[in-house]
């Protein structure tokens, strides 16, 4: 299935609405049949983004730590760090859409999300 413009748009609707983990989950509905583990990933990060389940709630406290130690890398909230990594990867799926199915050769699973709010 190739993800179209509209799919694209819904994405960025749902992250500008305040909906990051509804983001994530339409995207994974997706992707789930074209790239498992990719898929696998996004789910991952719907709990990050949510502070829900065992990697959301390892996440909060690895970021409460680090914004701790480093309050400049950190936006204000970590809301807000979790709305720049969202936009990462709308942003990584915008570019990847000439290629036909819109999943970012980054989301193929070889790494985590930077901080920067980019794919790596």
């Known amino acids: 299935m190739a993800i179209t413009q509209l799919d694209i748009d819904k994405?960025?609707?749902l992250l500008d609405s305040g909906d990051r983990a509804g983001a994530y989950i339409y995207y994974y509905e997706l992707i789930k049949d074209v790239d498992p583990s990719a898929g696998r990933q996004i789910l991952?990060?719907?709990?990050?983004?949510?502070?829900?389940?065992?990697?959301?709630?390892?996440?909060?406290?690895?970021?409460?730590?680090?914004?701790?130690?480093n309050p400049d890398l950190y936006p204000p909230t970590l809301d807000g760090f979790s709305v720049d990594?969202?936009?990462g990867l709308i942003n990584a799926i915008k570019a990847d859409f000439t290629n036909g199915d819109?999943?970012?050769a980054a989301t193929r699973f070889s790494?985590?999300?930077?901080?920067?709010?980019?794919?790596?």
């Open 44 to 69: 991952i990060q719907a709990q990050i983004t949510t502070y829900s389940g065992f990697f959301g709630g390892a996440a909060l406290i690895g970021n409460a730590l680090a914004k701790h130690a």
């Open 102 to 104: 819109g999943i970012p």
């Open 111 to 120: 790494g985590p999300i930077a901080a920067s709010g980019e794919l790596r």
């Open 85 to 87: 990594i969202v936009q």
């Open 11 to 13: 994405i960025q609707e």
